[in-house]
């Protein structure tokens, strides 16, 4: 991966100044001045709605996102610690030696989620119990620690001397198993997310990771103590416990496998990033300025995290997707991390510009549940309370993340609104009732699948489908059989566009954002005939807008002639990348038209097409 080796924070930030001008000069230019399109808007005190609307109907993608709005569908892979404890949520003090997979097979998982039609796949790097899926300099919690590590039938005594030795200095040494990765017997495959990344390009997917803010590997020992005095309290006296709860209580014999760096206050101090270690394989390429370095001013957990997001990076790169939940799960008993999302987020962008951030600024959002479900109305240019670069953005969004309603021109309206942000919906959930693999659970079927299909890619939301491998290291066969009857419902479904062929219409058969339809004149409504060649049987109807230029359309309606009258057959509000509508039963018609009832600005329509269901076998 190739990076500009001059990058350093402190200049990034500074990036985006202007000169000085007129205060006078500058609230003219800002309340008056031309609207230009951009990824992220202010909303100015002086803005009046129809400023704020033509700056809503101006906010548009930027690269990054517009490539990822054309992924409809990315498979989660919950993998880790908790495939192997039967867990949803570790507790962080788990023994390395409980992750043990006698295999892990990345290349089917990859024929697994292709079969299924996804067009990107994204890896639980770290998630909430801290345990880390490649050998990362900055924590012992990691598979280099783990048996997975080593090759089976090892009896190399400088290996088990040098494990040990990494085990006693562990306390100390954040990077003591690092520095032993290489001591010999190492599995050509213990590098889980290097085979991850390496499988999925190899079958022409996409590549996003999960890095998790929460870290129970991190949790000072003595809050951990705490922690564990109060739950066996709640035990003794009959209480339920909750999940993470009940990890504590399992582990309670334990300590935490980390450092003790979360959520202790310690020092901000100025730091650099990357961070070297002894032994650190970096220096040399950094001292010859061939790879970034930053200046930032951190806590010791901020340091730690901005260092894996530095490796992940600059050794896994190009990243398409970095997911990052704002989870703080500790909060509530006395201990909280304050994450410096402004700075993860400037980072981020200055390594990797176009990769979207969930999340982030002008990156992607959490759709509101965890069921694959978008809304009825669902919009990409949304209003926020805050600065979108400076925090998560879940905590932004007028309402809340789960909000019915974020983009319709009464939020646009609230006064509480600063800035607009082009946020593209996600769409959540997993194949199975849990994220992690459970032997007692079964996944859904294809069927249900294709439901979700439609009422998350079908809404103006990419569908993010959890489909997690089991102990094996496998994705298990239920699994891919529900996965590839999915995948061929879909396909065959969209296999030919029926409309193709209209008359002077190729401009959104085509299957491309370059080419669109608007009304004449630049008008806000106006109707789009579709004649055909010859009538059509079909019960599905795809619209999609030219979101380079914005989403625009708040109100349409789809036409059939049928014995000489018109009828309406479809009704929709938002359109955005993709609207999907399903009839009730097919129809038969040769003539349709599309009509866009209101619109914020010009609409662009870029797709029309027509589709008969094939039913998931």
């Not at 997917?205 to 998790?212: E, T």
């Not at 021109?409 to 800035?419: F, G, H, I, K, W």
């Not at 891919?480 to 969209?494: D, E, K, M, P």
Request: net charge negative; proline share 7%.
């Amino acid at each position: 991966m190739s990076i500009p080796a001059s990058l350093v924070l402190a200049a990034v930030l500074a990036a985006g100044g202007t000169a000085a001008v007129p205060a006078a000069a500058a609230e003219t230019a800002a309340c008056h001045g031309p609207i230009r399109p951009a990824a992220i808007q202010t909303v100015q005190s002086c803005d009046g709605m129809d400023r704020i609307l033509a700056k809503a109907a101006a906010t548009v993608p930027r690269a990054g996102q517009v490539a990822w709005q054309q992924r409809p569908v990315t498979a989660f892979t919950h993998f880790g610690m908790n495939t192997f404890t039967d867990r949803e949520w570790g507790s962080g003090a788990e023994k390395e030696s409980t992750f043990a997979p006698a295999a892990v097979d990345t290349d089917q998982w990859m024929r697994s989620l292709k079969a299924a039609g996804v067009t990107q796949v994204m890896l639980t790097a770290k998630h909430h119990d801290g345990f880390v899926l490649y050998p990362t300099r900055y924590t012992n919690h990691s598979v280099v620690a783990s048996p997975w590590w080593v090759a089976p039938g090892c009896a190399d005594g400088a290996v088990a001397k040098a494990r040990a030795d990494a085990q006693n200095s562990r306390a100390q040494d954040p990077s003591a198993y690092w520095q032993v990765r290489a001591a010999g017997c190492a599995n050509p495959r213990g590098d889980i997310l290097r085979d991850y990344v390496d499988s999925a390009r190899k079958a022409g997917l996409k590549v996003g990771v999960y890095l998790s803010p929460a870290d129970g590997a991190e949790l000072p020992a003595q809050f951990f103590a705490d922690q564990v005095k109060r739950v066996e309290a709640k035990v003794a006296a009959g209480q339920p416990l909750s999940i993470e709860e009940q990890a504590t209580y399992e582990d309670r014999a334990n300590t935490p496998a980390g450092q003790g760096r979360y959520g202790t206050g310690s020092a901000a101090k100025v730091r650099t990033i990357p961070s070297l270690v002894p032994n650190d394989d970096r220096a040399a390429a950094l001292a010859a300025g061939k790879l970034p370095k930053f200046t930032v001013t951190e806590d010791d957990y901020n340091t730690y995290y901005l260092n894996q997001i530095y490796e992940l990076f600059t050794q896994y790169g190009p990243i398409d997707e970095l997911w990052l939940d704002g989870a703080n799960p500790w909060r509530g008993n006395g201990i909280s991390e304050n994450y410096d999302f402004t700075t993860w987020f400037r980072m981020i962008h200055a390594l990797s510009p176009d990769t979207v951030t969930f999340a982030g600024p002008a990156g992607v959002r959490w759709v509101g549940n965890e069921q694959g479900q978008a809304r009825e109305t669902e919009w990409s240019a949304l209003p926020t309370t805050g600065d979108p670069n400076t925090a998560h953005n879940e905590e932004l969004f007028v309402g809340g993340a789960e909000g019915a309603d974020l983009g319709s021109r009464q939020v646009l309206a609230d006064p509480s609104v600063r800035y607009l942000e082009w946020a593209p919906a996600e769409a959540d959930v997993s194949i199975r009732p849990g994220w992690f693999y459970h032997p007692d659970e079964q996944p859904k079927t294809a069927a249900q699948l294709v439901d979700l299909y439609r009422a998350s890619v079908g809404r103006n939301a990419s569908l993010l489908l959890n489909v997690p491998p089991g102990p094996d290291g496998r994705i298990a066969p239920a699994d891919t059989a529900a996965l590839a009857s999915f995948g061929q419902a879909i396909a065959r479904t969209q296999a030919q566009n029926l409309a193709a062929g209209a008359r002077g219409l190729s401009a959104v058969t085509d299957s491309s954002l370059a080419t669109s339809w608007s009304p004449p004149h630049g008008a806000q409504t106006g109707t789009m005939e579709v004649v055909l060649p010859k009538a059509v049987t079909f019960d599905q109807i795809r619209l999609g807008e030219d979101i380079t230029r914005g989403q625009h359309v708040e109100g349409a309606t789809v036409q059939a002639e049928a014995d000489g009258s018109w009828r309406t057959i479809a009704t929709v509000t938002t359109i955005g990348a993709n609207r999907l509508v399903t009839l009730p039963s097919p129809i038969t018609a040769g003539h349709l038209r599309v009509v866009v009832t209101q619109s914020r600005a010009t609409p662009y329509l870029a797709t029309f097409a027509l589709y008969r269901t094939v039913p998931a076998a």
